[in-house]
């Protein structure tokens, strides 16, 4: 069993940047970052490989986003440069026990959560 605490969230205007973290308590494999709005189901943001070598993205975040991990601190990253007030949302972060199909949509752990909230 593995626990995901994430931290980095806060206020931003819009333009600005935050990077946001996920420790990890063990080893994971594929891991992600979701979002949630008031009022809204929440979404996929990004995904990395468990050593790294590939990460997808979710069409509004390509190329203002980017995941990263380190494995030798159980850290899960996400930079989120040119910030718009409709990122806005809870960010949570999430991690598979074991290999998995690249495209699966669920995952075995999910962290609480972290507020991230952009200003117009």
């Known amino acids: 069993q593995v626990q995901l605490v994430e931290s980095g969230g806060g206020l931003v205007q819009a333009g600005g940047s935050l990077r946001l973290s996920c420790t990890a308590s063990g080893r994971t494999f594929r891991m992600g970052w979701f979002r949630q709005a008031p009022g809204k189901e929440r979404e996929f943001v990004a995904r990395?490989?468990?050593?790294?070598?590939?990460?997808y993205y979710a069409d509004g975040v390509k190329g203002r986003f980017t995941i990263s991990r380190d494995n030798a601190k159980n850290t899960l990253y996400l930079q989120m440069n040119s910030l718009k007030p409709e990122d806005t949302a809870t960010y949570y972060c999430?991690?598979?026990?074991?290999?998995?199909?690249?495209?699966?949509?669920?995952?075995?752990?999910w962290g609480q959560g972290t507020q991230v909230t952009v200003s117009s």
């Open positions: 990395i490989t468990w050593n790294g070598g590939n990460q």
């Open positions: 999430a991690a598979d026990q074991r290999l998995t199909a690249w495209g699966a949509p669920d995952y075995d752990y």
